[in-house]
């Protein structure tokens, strides 16, 4: 049976229309997959989701980003990103970043490498500070007395000294 909309296209076009609508949608779909969630830059009027002071120096800083919503906590020390993410829902899915000592950018919190040098001068008296690798903390260690510390160990130490 021929449509009679239809009669007056030959087949081949049918076939280019399909192969045309099957690509849109591949390229359509291909973007719909997850995100790659970026850290904000911090600006000297943001303050410290956790002790509520001015955010001094970057370079200390770090950043909590809540999935599917539009907050961004951000944290003036390291101890305090980590004092607010012991304490808040972890049934959430958090991105954490905090910035690299050395260099300036951006690192994911999982990632980093943290040194706890006490008599080292952080915007809370921390003492902490994170690296993107090892080889940087060893460096950093030449010159300060510290010690390198686990995630763990990070999260337990600031817990019991709340």
């Given amino acids: 049976m021929k449509l009679k909309f239809c009669s007056n296209i030959p087949a081949p076009t049918f076939q280019w229309i ?15 997959g997850k995100k790659e969630v970026e ?3 911090i600006y000297p009027e943001d303050i410290c989701s956790f002790c509520r002071m001015a955010i001094s120096d970057p ?23 980590v004092s607010y993410k012991n304490k808040i829902d972890s049934n959430k899915d958090l991105f954490t970043f ?15 490498v943290f040194v706890l040098a006490e008599e080292f001068q952080t915007p809370m008296g921390s003492g902490l500070v994170s690296f993107k690798n090892e080889s940087d903390a060893k ?3 030449k ?3 510290g ?10 130490g600031i817990e019991a000294s709340k």
Avoid: Q, R, Y
């Fill in 39 to 41: 850290p904000v830059e």
């Fill in 98 to 112: 905090v910035h690299d000592f050395k260099t300036g950018e951006w690192i994911k919190f999982e990632a980093a």
């Fill in 147 to 156: 010690e390198i510390v686990s995630l763990d160990d990070l999260s337990k």
């Fill in 18 to 32: 399909g192969l045309l609508l099957g690509i849109s949608c591949l390229f359509f779909f291909s973007f719909c």
């Fill in 139 to 141: 460096e950093f260690l």
């Fill in 59 to 81: 370079k200390f800083a770090g950043e909590i980003i809540i999935e599917n919503t539009t907050e961004i906590l951000k944290f003036d020390d390291i101890a305090c990103l």
């Fill in 143 to 145: 010159n300060e007395n």
